[in-house]
Antibody
Framework: EVQVVESGGGLVQPGGSLRLSCAAS????????MHWVRQAPGKGLEWVAY????????YYADSVKGRFTISRDNAKNSLYLQMNSLRAEDTAVYYC????????????WGQGTLVTVSS | QSALTQPASVSGSPGQSISISCTGT?????????VSWYQQYPGKAPKLLIY???KRPSGVSYRFSGSKSGNTASLTISGLQAEDEADYYC??????????FGTGTKVTVV
C-alpha cells in the first residue's frame, strides 16, 4: 500500500526555521517526482515545491523562493522541506504529494503536518 | 502566481447533475491538457478525481467527469449523492508557475 507520512510541523516564531520530513513506503520512491503543497487555515491549496526523482531538478512557488529548500534522500525513502525566514503567512498544513507516473497530477497525499508561525 | 478561478459554492439536490468551472489563462489551463481535480473532506487530505482533463483514476466513480474548452475546465458530478458534499479543487500545469490550484468550490447537497 502506498503511503506518505509527514512530520516535523509545530509552532515557530517569525524569522525562525523548521524542517519537514515525509516518509514514503509501498512504492519505489526513487522513481517518482515529489511535491509539497500547503493549505492555510480555511483557505485553498497552494503548490509549494517540486523535486525530480533524482533530486537534480527543483522548482518553487514565488512565495517561498529563496526561503524554502526541497530535498530528498532516496536511500531513506524520504522527502524534506527546509523552511527558513518563516513568516506568519507560511502558517498552513503542509502536504507531501507524489506525482503520478503519468505525470502532471498528484495521486497520493499524506495526512499533512501543521506549521504555525506566531510569536 | 494567481489562482485559477472557481465558484465559491455550488449546490444541488440528490440525483441532479452539477458542474464546477475552473478558469485560467492560455499559459495554464488553455495551454496544456494537464488539468486535474481533487476532492477534499474537512480535515482530510485531497483525493485525485480526474487527471489530464478527463481521465479517471482506477476506483473513482464514473459519476465524476471532466472536460475543457479554451481556458476553462469543468468538473461534472452526475447523480449527486450526499457523500459528494465536500470541497473541490482544480489544478493545472502552467508555463510560468509550474502548478497552480483553483480557489476551491464547496459543494452542498440540499
Amino acid at each position: 500500500e502506498v503511503q506518505v507520512v509527514e512530520s516535523g510541523g509545530g509552532l515557530v516564531q517569525p524569522g525562525g526555521s523548521l524542517r519537514l520530513s515525509c516518509a514514503a513506503s509501498g512504492f519505489i520512491f526513487s522513481s517518482y517526482e515529489m511535491h509539497w503543497v500547503r493549505q492555510a487555515p480555511g483557505k485553498g491549496l497552494e503548490w509549494v515545491a517540486y523535486i525530480s526523482s533524482s533530486g537534480s531538478t527543483r522548482y518553487y512557488a514565488d512565495s517561498v523562493k529563496g526561503r524554502f529548500t526541497i530535498s530528498r534522500d532516496n536511500a531513506k525513502n524520504s522527502l524534506y522541506l527546509q523552511m527558513n525566514s518563516l513568516r506568519a503567512e507560511d502558517t498552513a498544513v503542509y502536504y507531501c504529494a507524489r506525482e503520478s507516473g503519468d505525470g502532471y497530477n498528484f495521486d497520493y497525499w499524506g495526512q499533512g503536518t501543521l506549521v504555525t508561525v506566531s510569536s | 502566481q494567481s489562482a485559477l478561478t472557481q465558484p465559491a459554492s455550488v449546490s444541488g439536490s440528490p440525483g441532479q447533475s452539477i458542474s464546477i468551472s475552473c478558469t485560467g489563462t492560455s499559459s495554464d489551463v488553455g495551454g496544456y491538457n494537464y488539468v486535474s481535480w481533487y476532492q477534499q473532506y474537512p480535515g482530510k487530505a485531497p483525493k485525485l478525481l480526474i487527471y489530464d482533463v478527463s481521465k479517471r483514476p482506477s476506483g473513482v466513480s464514473y459519476r465524476f467527469s471532466g472536460s475543457k474548452s479554451g481556458n476553462t475546465a469543468s468538473l461534472t458530478i452526475s447523480g449527486l449523492q450526499a457523500e459528494d458534499e465536500a470541497d473541490y479543487y482544480c489544478c493545472s500545469y502552467g508555463r510560468s508557475n509550474f502548478y497552480v490550484f483553483g480557489t476551491g468550490t464547496k459543494v452542498t447537497v440540499v
